[in-house]
Each structure stands twice: as structure tokens, then as C-alpha cells.
């Protein structure tokens, strides 16, 4: 019974930005509090889009080596596919091997949360037991199709901001635009979900590498600061 640790980041949304920090992160703090080990004999780094799993080289040398009982964690769904009908089918063809799936951020769609819930369905009378199976499913669909739909939502958003921005990009050097009530906000979208780009954020507001990354700190501390003071 072995435990691995799947990362993923898009090719085109995400190099050069949050990299793979952000899922280490969770998932050494998860090996750590579970005594698991944590190293390259069991981590999987993925440079890929999600949305098949044919050409994703690392997860197939992981796929290949699994086992009835082994684990494997992510981060989020997400990490683990963006496709909803073919994540759906990759799910449960590792369900039906016994893999336990351990989604960090989405504890009901866990392999073991699942199991529970068939379990339960074979128990029932023939009605409930479809009823619940099909419940069980639809949790699935919806999980994973929310994941996609908060991606595009997110990326329309601040596509449409570029398109209707009158703003031009380039400044002379040495000077820096008013921090607006709409650049703090998309700065901080873009804080919390990094598959709004940089690029994006600073063509729509016209500004450049150094300007978004000034303010960027500024926003942070911001935070930070408004944080600390809550709980002192």
C-alpha cells in the first residue's frame, strides 16, 4: 500500500506563475501530518493540460505502477482532470481497482467519501440502491464540471476587462498609475486564483511587469496586515 503525490499546472495558463509551489505546499503539510514520506520516489510533476489523460507522460508512469490499496493525492480535483465525462470514466476505472483518490480541497469526491455512499446504496431496496448510485455519479459530474466552468468564468472575466479597456499599455519609466478600485480587485482575483494571468491582468490595465509586481506586494501586505490585525 504505497501513497504518491500527483501535481499538475497547465502549460499555457500557468508557467512562469505559481509553478507548483502552491500544491507542495498543501501536500507536504498532508505527508507531514500523516507521517507519509514525501521525496522523489513518490512525487509526480505534470507540465499538462488537464483535459485528457493520454498525453500526460507523468501520470501514465504513475498509473502504470499503481496498485489495489495505493494512494494517490492532489491538491484539488482539478489537478486530477478539468473533463468532466472523461474524468468521470478515469475515476472509476481506478475506483474499481481499489486506488484511493485523495483530493485536498474536495473531501466529498475522496474515494473513501464515495465508498461510504455505495456501500450504503448496497444495502438498499433496488429503487433506493439506483437512486443513491445515481446520486453518487451526479456528485461526480457536478464536481467535476464546476472545476472547468470556475476556470472559463474566471478567464472570460478578464478577457472582456482587456477587450473594453481604452487603456494602452507602456509608461514612461519611472512613473506609475493610481492604484483603481478595479486594478485592486482583479489583482487580488488574480491572488487567490492564479489561472488568471499576469499578462492578462497588466494588458487590460495597461501597466507594466515592475508596476504589477509593486503593487502586487502592496496588496499583500495589505492583506496580511488587515489579517493580523483581526487577530490581535
Known amino acids: 500500500m504505497a501513497t504518491y503525490f500527483y501535481m499538475r499546472i497547465s502549460t499555457q495558463e500557468e508557467r512562469g506563475l505559481q509553478k507548483f509551489s502552491r500544491q507542495e505546499n498543501a501536500l507536504c503539510k498532508y505527508a507531514e501530518v500523516n507521517g507519509l514520506q514525501f521525496d522523489e520516489h513518490n512525487i509526480y510533476k505534470e507540465d499538462r493540460s488537464g ?10 508512469k ?9 494512494t494517490v493525492v492532489f491538491k484539488d480535483i482539478s489537478r486530477f482532470t478539468r473533463e468532466a465525462e472523461n474524468g468521470y470514466q478515469k475515476y472509476m476505472e481506478l475506483y474499481n481497482r481499489g ?4 483530493f485536498l480541497d474536495n473531501q ?10 455505495l456501500d450504503v446504496a448496497e444495502k438498499q431496496n433496488l429503487i433506493a440502491k439506483i437512486s443513491l448510485e445515481n446520486t453518487v455519479k451526479l456528485l461526480l459530474y457536478v464536481e467535476l464540471d464546476r472545476v472547468e466552468q470556475e476556470r472559463i468564468t474566471l478567464q472570460k472575466r478578464i ?9 494602452t499599455s507602456g509608461r514612461v519609466k519611472g512613473t506609475f498609475d493610481k492604484l483603481t478600485p478595479e486594478l485592486e480587485t482583479d489583482i487580488t482575483m488574480y491572488i487567490s486564483d492564479r489561472t ?3 499578462i492578462d ?3 487590460k490595465h495597461g501597466i507594466s511587469r515592475n508596476t504589477f ?7 499583500k501586505k495589505s492583506k496580511e496586515a488587515i489579517g493580523e490585525g483581526k487577530n490581535s
Open 99 to 102: 486506488i484511493r483518490l485523495v
Open 51 to 60: 483535459k485528457n489523460f493520454d498525453e500526460r507522460e507523468e501520470w501514465n
Open 201 to 203: 491582468v497588466m494588458r
Open 159 to 167: 478577457k472582456d476587462g482587456i477587450a473594453a479597456s481604452e487603456k
Open 213 to 219: 509586481k509593486k503593487y502586487l506586494a502592496y496588496i
Open 62 to 70: 504513475l498509473e502504470g505502477i499503481l496498485h489495489t490499496a495505493d
Open 196 to 198: 488568471i494571468l499576469q
Open 108 to 117: 466529498t469526491v475522496c474515494t473513501d467519501y464515495i465508498r461510504q455512499l
